[in-house]
Each structure stands twice: as C-alpha cells, then as structure tokens.
C-alpha cells in the first residue's frame, strides 16, 4: 500500500507523529482485507469484528512531510480465532522506516470471541498462510 504523508501526519519536528502509524497499519490492513474480497464493512454487516490484542511497533527512521511510505502487509499466523498481521514499512528511496506486528481477535458484535469465518480462512489459506 502507498501512503503519502501531509503535513497533518507530523509533529512539530516535520516527522510524523508517531501513533500516526497505527493508522496507516489499519488502512493497510483494509486494502489487504479488499484486495482478497472481503471488507471490513461487510464483515461487520455479518456481525464479525477484530480486536486489537497486542501492537509492536519498530521505528528505524523518521519519515517526513511529502514522502511517500510502501506498507508491505503480510499475514504472519493465524489460528481459528486470532490473525497476526505484519508490515515493513520503507519510504520512497527505499528507507526502512518501520517493521510492525499486530495481533487481533476475533469478536462478535457482543464483543466476544467467536472463530474466524470461513471465507477469511479460505483466503489466507490461497495466500498460503497456514494456520
């Protein structure tokens, strides 16, 4: 996914703000959702959600107003009821600015776990994800 960054993305110092980037991970999580199919709006239709469980983040370098960020999504595991996303952030020269994980479960709409629908798993499945 690419990702400009505006000047309402930074801090004082011109670099963007940090929490900034989880942002960016939820969008990029929703292209790699849609590029398969599936949206994160229509999941909820179905009662099906995600909760974030736990968020790591590794900052190499600053990226700055007018660049441009590649999020490079992968899905790292999953089980019947838990998906670990992962992304390697770089900016237009190529930079590494950032790896990260999250790690998100599975809720129904009370906020309980329920699994992972089928369609989900089937996809991860083509992406040769194994759970």
């Known amino acids: 996914m690419k990702r400009r960054i505006y000047y309402y993305d930074t801090d004082t110092s011109g670099a963007v703000y940090h929490a900034n980037y989880l942002k960016y991970f939820e969008e990029a999580r929703s292209e790699y ?14 009662g099906v959600g ?3 469980r736990r968020q790591e983040v590794e900052y190499k370098f600053p990226s700055l107003y007018g660049d441009t960020l590649d999020i490079e999504t992968r899905v790292k595991e999953y089980t019947p009821y838990r998906i670990v996303f992962s992304y390697v952030v ?16 599975c809720v129904g709409r009370d906020l309980k776990l329920i699994e992972i629908p089928p369609a989900v798993a089937a ?8 759970p």
């Open 50 to 52: 995600f909760a974030i």
């Open 123 to 130: 996809a991860l499945k083509r992406d040769g994800v194994k």
């Open 90 to 105: 770089h900016n237009q020269d190529g930079k590494l600015i950032a790896k990260a994980e999250t790690d998100l479960v």
């Open 33 to 46: 959702l849609e590029a398969r199919d599936l949206t994160v709006k229509g999941l909820l239709a179905e």
